[in-house]
């Protein structure tokens, strides 16, 4: 290695690390790989960047999102009661002219804007439900394109129920075979509650069929009736699928009352599952019936973090029927736990950073290509800040994304210019 220059060498970054505070360190890059962290490196790189002062960490995970819909708000109209109910009646009437080109276009502006701002990881739902199956074919079509910059999981997700129309039953399990990464479902918006628990099952024996991931989206809803996160554990323990299981947004666990929530939790804690929210869309969608006090609709995630839980956050939506804000910025959606979830303490503020790091790696299953570390591929970010709090405080710029050892994106920070 020493005649042979490097392809990246980073300079003096504060590497952040998963537990402890930062180090400063020089990184080396070559053939795709990290192949050298410490104080000092020796030699020289293609690109060698100057980063001293600068934070260097794992890229972003998103671990929930919805290409398929993103881009599309106020069309073919507007959700005007923000509810979640009025947005899938009106992703309802858009997908009825879906098309392959159209869905792998919006996706794939997606990505390029989340990639853009570190996010080098994604979980994205397709909608299986209706007629078609055109979404999952573009969102795996995406998959294929993107791979070399991007690791994209896609979840065959049924939007309509998987009892909720006649063909969606064949629709998930035909979804399967086309080889989606991860089987969802939405056992709260099933026709009914026996068909919700049938659901759950039934996405067990998908999983267990074709070897694939689950990831529910489980209780959105603000019912504390809504029980079917004790569904999902109680098949997660029997089954032994623990942590390839994740219950996505579980917004009605924010209004179930303490006693049944208390041991709720002893069960969550033998699952071992995942746990994502969604605080940017779940904040403005849920509590829409209450008047006052009117609740936050979030999951408890400062207490399934305090109980050693896995916890990660999603965008969830990008300008769409449900959340027509946001850019794709997992700082915007970190903060924002910060203020929904009450996590202002500092270990607090930190796990909200890891929640969309760490957490949301482990969540995708590919804790094992994941890191700053040597021999992991090189799959890092560097942001303009000092630490995790700064960089949630500020939505720090990500300066940098190198991918897959490959420098693909740069932004300068903005520079204040004082004219008074
Ligand atoms: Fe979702």
Known sequence: MSDQPYDILLRQGRLLCAVDRVEQVDVAIHNGKIVAVAPSIEGTAVLELDVANQLVSPPFVESHIHLDSAMTAGNPRWNQSGTLFEGIEIWREYKQSLSLDNVKQRAIATLKQQAAQGVLFVRSHADVSGSSLTALQALLEVREEVKDWMTLQVVAFPQDGIYGGAKNESLIEEAMKMGTDVVGGIPHYELTREDGVRSV????ELAEQYDRLIDIHCDEIDDDQSRFLEVVAACAIRQEMGSRVTASHTTAFGSYNNAYAFKLMGFLQRTQINFIANPLINITLQGRTDTYPKRRGVTRVKELWQQGMNVSLGHDCVQDPWYSLGTGNMLDVASMAVHVCQMTGMSEVEACYNMVTWHGAKTLNVEDQYGVEVGKPANLIVLDADD??????????????????KLLAQT????????G
């Open 201 to 204: 099952h039934r996405i067990f």
């Open 388 to 405: 995790r709090y700064d960089a949630i405080r500020r939505r720090a710029t990500v300066q940098y994304v190198i991918s897959n050892g």
């Open 412 to 419: 300068q920070p903005p520079q204040i210019q004082w004219k």
